[in-house]
């Protein structure tokens, strides 16, 4: 078997193919072992990672969120406060849409129309899965 002709060809003429690769194909770069190409990529990735730029605030300091100024303890609780507080406030603007929702959807009329609505929806999910079988 010929390595300039290659495989399908020597395939196409009844020759058996051989697990040695042919001298024409052996021409390629020296495979490493998997943990030194491993390492060297982990390397890498460390390097470029040192050299990233770091975020600054407005006054160069390093931190964005929390500024050099003052105690850090009192800029976490402070940012703490904050994010139960914005928390707090949106949860009861979604109670008092569902509180709303609610009353709209207790009406008989609208009620009549919802539930004929899920009903056909329903009926169609079904048909679906019964055409899908």
């Known amino acids: 078997m010929a390595g300039s002709r290659g495989l399908s060809s020597d395939l196409a003429q009844g020759a058996r193919p051989s ?6 194909d052996a021409a390629g770069p ?21 050299e990233r730029p ?3 605030g407005p006054g160069g300091e390093r931190g964005v969120v929390l500024h050099g100024d003052g105690s850090t303890a009192r800029q976490v ?15 009861f ?10 009353a ?6 609208i009620r009549h129309r919802w539930e004929l609505t899920t009903g056909w929806l ?10 899908a079988f």
């Open 77 to 91: 609780f402070f940012l703490g406060v904050l994010d139960v507080l914005i928390g707090v406030v949106y949860w």
């Open 54 to 56: 770091t975020a600054r």
């Open 19 to 24: 697990m040695a690769p042919a001298a024409a």
């Open 122 to 131: 329903f009926i169609a999910i079904g048909i679906g899965v019964a055409a």
């Open 93 to 102: 603007a979604v109670v008092a849409v569902a509180a709303r929702l609610r």
């Open 30 to 50: 020296p495979v490493q072992p998997a943990s030194t190409t491993c390492t060297a990529r982990s390397a890498e990735a460390s390097a470029k990672a040192i």
């Open 104 to 109: 709209v959807l207790a009406r008989p009329k």
